[in-house]
């Protein structure tokens, strides 16, 4: 025996197929051929044994086959009682509404007949057990709201009017954009009319921020604020650190390295001297330099520039040492500055150490 979960698969499996289309027969009525009426009754006999042994689902699809070969009231109507059988009474009621528009033919047969008079009877009691979900969806004004059943999309006035649907659960969900769907799970049983309301909230109103009062101002409280320190000046009041101690130690050997760079230097620039001297008198007489002299008081000059060099870079780095030096931080250098500045009665205060 089947479990309710697989009839209830076999039925929403059945239910796609008839919006497809494979369990309506067509609209013009052509009269079948010899092989169409063998298929459709073979059809008609395999549903049959089905429907017997209890397999709703099974007859139907022999029967929807019968009917789309061969569209007769008596395929037809066979179609319709499984499917009122299975509970899908929408689809029960348009296959009745089909079979009732079929026009009577001139050697239509007493069961043909007698099917198309039960098939009046039947529609009318199928109509009658649909049940009908009516939902009203209210949005934010000039927001714009979808609704759909089972995923269906339905127009919003169709479903305030009521949607026809098959008995059983169903899943209504209305949207609008910017906020969270809305969403009802809701059981129908035949025959019964169930109402739902599904409500946005209104956008909500921009929140303004809070408003700040500042106290009043007092004589007998003077306000003390501190005041800010100029970037350029430094603390001398914090206590020396390592970094100070190496920042004195630099600027020594800065101040040694160019002390012995200069002593270079002008050494060097005494004997470029020197030998600029001694080769214009020995090779230059009358301002005229022989080849020898010229070489030599080039080499000189090579020497002179270099010297030059030397000093230059030696007192650079003895002034720098300097300067460095005595910029580092003393232990014992006195804290000065101001450090607070008062708003009184009478008048501004100045407290601190200087």
């Not at 009732?100 to 043909?112: D, V, Y």
């Not at 057990?129 to 934010?140: D, K, T």
């Not at 007489?285 to 520039?305: F, H, L, M, Q, Y």
């Amino acid at each position: 025996m089947k479990s309710s979960n697989d009839r209830a698969f076999s039925v929403v499996a059945l239910t796609l197929a008839l919006a497809m289309g494979s369990l309506h027969a067509p609209r013009a009525f052509a009269d079948p051929s010899a092989a169409d009426k063998a298929s459709a009754k073979d059809f008609m006999r395999e549903g049959k044994e089905l429907r017997a042994k209890g397999d709703h689902a099974g007859a139907l699809k022999k029967f929807s086959a019968a009917y789309a070969v061969v569209p007769s009231p008596i395929t037809g109507l066979a179609v319709a009682k499984e499917q009122t059988a299975l509970g899908l009474l929408v689809e029960a009621r348009d296959t009745l509404s089909d079979v009732q528009r079929m026009p009577p033919k001139a050697s239509e047969s007493p069961e043909a007949k007698a099917a198309r008079d039960e098939a009046g009877t039947l529609l009318a009691d199928v109509v009658a057990r649909i049940p009908i979900l009516e939902v009203h969806v209210s949005a934010p004004a000039g927001a714009v709201a979808t609704l759909s059943i089972d995923g269906r999309p339905v127009p919003l006035v169709a479903a305030a009017e009521g949607s026809r649907v098959n008995p059983g659960k169903h899943t209504v969900v209305a949207q609008v954009a910017g906020q969270p769907d809305k969403t009802a799970s809701v059981d129908v049983a035949e025959r019964e009319r169930k109402k739902i309301d599904l409500g946005f909230d209104a956008a909500p109103k921009p929140v303004e921020p809070p408003k700040t009062v500042e106290p009043p101002k007092t004589a007998e409280s003077p306000k003390t604020v501190e005041a800010p320190r100029p970037a350029s000046i430094e603390d001398k009041g914090r206590e020396p650190t390592a970094h100070d101690s190496t920042q004195k130690w630099v600027g020594i050997a800065a101040v040694g390295v160019g002390a012995v760079t200069l002593g270079v230097g002008g050494l060097l620039g005494l004997s470029a001297r020197s030998a600029y001297q001694d080769a214009k008198s020995a090779h230059c007489p009358g301002d005229v330099c022989d080849p020898t002299g010229g070489s030599e008081i080039a080499d000189a000059r090579s020497k002179g520039n270099t010297a030059t060099i030397l000093v230059g870079v030696g007192a650079a780095l003895a002034i720098g040492g300097a300067v460095i030096w005595l910029l580092a931080p003393s232990p014992s250098a006195p804290k000065t500055g101001v450090t607070h500045v008062g708003l009184g009665a009478t008048g501004v205060t100045v407290a601190g150490s200087f």
